[in-house]
């Protein structure tokens, strides 16, 4: 299962910085998504459901963490959207990442043998 748009943004945000709290996630996404605070707590709560976030108390505060390996992550969202829209079967270019603020060089090598592999289930399916 993959995350949704929204679920990836906050994902994305805790790849970055974590743990952080709802509140902290909200701030910086408030803008970004245009909802209310208690529709990022609700996305939370599916998202620790779905097992993309763990939850933890600290103090009275509950604390997020991500749960889902960002390279794995990212790799099946670029190749899932090379498959639906522009019908790709073969492995992305893993050039095509090396300006993303998202990978670093050292996850690069990572990144280029899971879109291998994926697009190779892929193409067994």
Known sequence: MQPTAPELEILKLLWQSQPRTARE?????????????????????????????????????KIYCAQVDK????????????????????????????????????EIADLEKLLKDLAQDQEQE
């Open 71 to 106: 390279v794995k992550t990212l790799a099946a969202f670029a190749q899932d959207f090379a498959k639906r829209v522009f019908e790709l079967d073969g492995p992305l270019p893993v050039a095509m990442f090396t300006d993303s603020r998202l990978i670093d060089d050292s």
């Open 25 to 61: 996630l909200h701030d910086e996404i408030e803008q970004l998504l245009g909802w209310s605070y208690s529709s990022t707590r609700k996305t939370l709560e599916r998202m620790g459901d779905k097992g993309f976030v763990a939850m933890e108390f600290k103090g009275n505060k």
